[in-house]
């Protein structure tokens, strides 16, 4: 069992930065790969960014490449979130999630991932 817990979100002008992390107790195996997604008010939850815990590579959505960065790390069991040049339309309840068994490309679709976190509201202003 593995649980997470999301930490970082607050209120930043458009254009500003935030850095989320998410903490996880519990063994990490090197077949996981963590994702963050991300829900707006009225809308579906939705694919952000994933890493592998094997060897760290990282995919991306469109709507937020170049903009956010993915990291990890492994001694500390933790995944973070750089998000720059935030925009009004990145504001949402942001979640950390893990996948027990990634393929080679991590899953993007939220039903492939078995554990998630609570949540952290991240709030763009314009």
């Known amino acids: 069992q593995v649980q997470l817990v999301e930490s970082g979100g607050g209120l930043v002008q458009a254009g500003g930065s935030l850095r989320l992390s998410c903490a996880a107790s519990?063994?990490?195996?090197?077949?996981?790969?963590m994702g963050w997604f991300r829900q707006a008010p009225g809308k579906e939850r939705e694919f952000v960014a994933a890493?592998?815990?094997?060897?760290?590579?990282?995919w991306y959505a469109d709507s937020v490449k170049g903009r956010f960065a993915m990291s990890r790390d492994v001694v500390r069991n933790r995944v973070f979130l750089q998000m720059n040049s935030l925009k009004p339309e990145d504001t949402a309840v942001y979640y950390c999630?893990?996948?027990?068994?990634?393929?080679?490309?991590?899953?993007?679709?939220?039903?492939?991932?078995?554990?998630w976190g609570q949540g952290t509201q991240v709030t763009v202003s314009s």
């Open positions: 890493i592998r815990w094997l060897g760290g590579d990282t």
């Open positions: 519990g063994r990490i195996f090197s077949s996981y790969a």
């Open positions: 999630a893990a996948d027990r068994n990634s393929g080679v490309v991590p899953a993007t679709f939220q039903n492939d991932y078995d554990y």
